[in-house]
């Protein structure tokens, strides 16, 4: 059985269904690939490419879960670290 969206990326899973939302591919407005938003505006930009797209998800993981931490904000099924 191949893992959930959740257990892969669990970091952006706690994202979207709590704090905001994520774009993934260009646009006119951000040269970045793939981005984390929340009402706020802009968290978090990546890269302007990845050499896939599991890549790109896993980059944004990382980052929201440092973010995540770094505001007090962990996710409950995350380790501290």
Do not use: C, K
């Not at 981005?35 to 302007?48: H, T």
């Amino acid at each position: 059985m191949q893992p959930s969206i959740q257990q892969m990326y669990p970091q952006i899973a706690h994202w979207v269904t709590t704090q905001g939302w994520i774009e993934v591919g260009y646009d006119e407005v951000s040269r970045s690939f793939v981005r984390a938003l929340d009402i706020g505006g802009m968290v978090w930009e990546g890269a302007p490419s990845y050499p896939s797209l599991e890549d790109a998800l896993r980059a944004l993981d990382l980052a929201l879960g440092a973010w995540l931490q770094a505001a007090g904000m962990q996710h409950p099924n995350r380790p501290a670290t």
